[in-house]
Each structure stands twice: as structure tokens, then as C-alpha cells.
């Protein structure tokens, strides 16, 4: 299939940098704590330790996987399908092409956010800034896709559905 538009928009560096890095702070924090429990007999509960040590457990390859999930967005258009990939590949979706019935440039309201979510009248799929494309469906509903290149994206589709 020949693919007639293909896009990488980076993610916020909060989300690549900032993340892994608020991953490894809370993680130094909660061995600190635990150090410091331990050297405290007196006050050192073996259970609380052990809470603190799943709290690590858990909370940092969250954060981890969050700053790959929010890398990037790359969003392609095959024969088929606009395709939307996040991050390193862990989340993916695709319109039909068939059942796409328009596709406009809009500017998202900054209180829409970032991330996948239902804002209203449609979904979301956005990693960074506030500009998106709009695709109306045929049978009325509708989705937003971020980007930073909004009338390229929303014109590849337009020219898609002419095909």
C-alpha cells in the first residue's frame, strides 16, 4: 500500500525528559526513606518498609512507560487508514478511510489536555500543543488527532477520501 502522508510530531519534553527523571527523583526519595526507617530501629516498621518498596516498584516504571507512551505521535495514511501510533508503538488505532465522511483543522481549548481521552463530542489522541485535526465520521461521530502540521494532515485526508 502506498502510503500518501506520513507524520512525527516529538512530544513535550516534559513527557520524555520530565517523566524518567520524576521517576528517578520519587525513587531516590522513597530509598531515602527507607534508609532512613531502617536506621531509625525504634521507628522502623518491616511492613511500611516493605509498602515503600512496592510503592518503588510500581510507581517507577509507570512514570517510565509514560514518557515513551508521550514520545511522539506518528499519525501515516495508507490506502485504507489513518493510522495513529503512540510513542514507541504501545497504543495504536485507525480510521477507515470509508467511514470518514470530512477533515478540518481545529485549535483544541487548552483545558482538552493531552493524552487519549473523550473530550465532549469525540476522542482525543494528542501529545503535545493545541493544534489537531477534527475527522467526522459518517454516521456523525467524531475524533481529534493533535499534530503541529493541521492543514497538511486534515488535506492528505481530504485527498484520501477523493480516491
Known amino acids: 500500500m502506498t502510503t500518501s502522508y506520513k507524520h512525527t510530531q516529538k512530544g ?13 527523583v520519587l525513587t531516590l526519595a522513597v530509598v531515602f526513606i527507607a534508609v532512613k526507617a531502617a536506621a531509625e530501629k525504634a ?64 485549535r483544541n481549548d487548552w483545558s482538552m489536555g493531552w493524552g487519549i481521552h473523550w473530550v465532549g463530542n469525540g476522542w482525543l489522541y494528542n501529545i503535545a500543543g493545541l493544534e489537531a485535526v ?14 503541529d502540521e493541521p492543514g497538511k494532515l486534515a488535506g492528505a485526508i481530504e485527498s484520501a477520501l477523493k480516491k
Open 12 to 24: 513535550s519534553p516534559w513527557f520524555y525528559w520530565g517523566t524518567p527523571l520524576l521517576g528517578l
Open 43 to 106: 521507628n522502623a516498621n518491616y511492613v511500611d518498609t516493605l509498602l515503600q518498596d512496592k510503592v518503588v516498584l510500581i510507581t517507577v516504571p509507570v512514570l517510565i512507560w509514560a514518557g515513551l507512551f508521550m514520545s511522539q505521535l506518528k499519525v501515516w495514511i495508507d490506502g485504507e487508514f489513518v493510522r495513529v501510533r503512540f510513542g514507541c508503538g504501545t497504543w495504536r488505532k485507525k480510521f477507515a478511510l470509508d467511514k470518514i465522511q470530512s477533515a478540518a483543522p481545529v
Open 134 to 147: 477534527e475527522i467526522t465520521f459518517k454516521n456523525g461521530k467524531k475524533a481529534r488527532i493533535g499534530t
